[in-house]
């Protein structure tokens, strides 16, 4: 098939190029082309600027796509720029769990109502994070409903080359005794590998699904257990008080991510223990060496 894929050239839009190339698709690649990718002459590339939707109209110009695997999209007007100037049979966006308000114990698709949610027609910086998010599935469901669209749903990703540094945070912290102002230490939260996160979108490419669908590892943890973990293994209590750095997990609530509906699409997400540990493990190693 014929994919675009608007960014994709780094953290876990790596494994998800490198799965369509391993299954034989045609990718290309659209981004502002200001870093290099990995992917050498395996990709096509095109230079867009994705706010801009006389820059989409004139890289697009003349071009169909099987599917379009939208990385980059934040916004209502992100959604109007991609729906009316790009053709194609299938659009994945990468949305997120944060449009649920809030999220619970056994998050379900159905708790964010992208239908009967005001749409507001606006740009990156016109509300939080978790809004943008909101309006730009409010724009798919409300206005371009006879579309072939999937709105994937992600908590925090994470894995070794995780450029947000979120996780690590907590580790370097506890190691090097810098106290810590965290709000939700008993909070047991979802994450999601980047691997496995990259490998999803790819697997949805072939499937035939329509709406929001949620992906995310089996199981939670909190903070509280991850700081424990460190202290076993390294002898590093943490300090925890108002005063310190602000962790960034910050305002989570307790939840789980109920991904029933990719399971009975036959995806079946990894433990979360089966891969956190190690990560926290190697975490630890490379935070010992800077100590």
Known sequence: MEI?????????????V????????RITLATRQTAQDCFGE????????????ESL?????????????????????DMKYMMETVCFNKYIYMSSTAVYQPKVVDTREELFDGLHKELVWCNRT????????????????????????????????TSKDDYTKRLLFYIEHAMKGMPMNIDNVDSQMSLIHAKEAGEFLAYLVDIDFQGAINGCSDNTVSIR???????????????INSSGDAAPYNGEPSHSINTDKAKRLGYQFSNLNDWL???????????????
């Open 126 to 157: 016109d509300f939080s994070y978790d809004e943008i998010k909101r309006q730009a599935e409010c724009a798919l469901w409300q206005e371009y409903r006879d579309r072939n669209w999937i709105a994937v749903r992600y908590p925090f990703v």
């Open 42 to 53: 395996q990709v096509e590339r095109i230079k867009i600027e994705k706010t801009n939707p």
């Open 277 to 291: 540990w190690d990560l926290v493990d190697y975490y630890i190693g490379i935070t010992t060496i800077n100590v």
């Open 4 to 16: 675009l894929v608007v960014g994709g050239t780094k953290y876990f839009g790596i494994p998800m």
């Open 18 to 25: 490198q799965k369509l190339i391993e299954q034989g698709h």
């Open 225 to 239: 257990e991850i700081l424990d973990y460190v202290e076993t293994k390294t002898g590093k209590k943490s300090i």
């Open 57 to 77: 109209k004139n890289a697009f110009s003349g071009r169909r796509y099987d599917v379009v695997i939208d990385k980059l999209g934040y916004c209502s007007n």
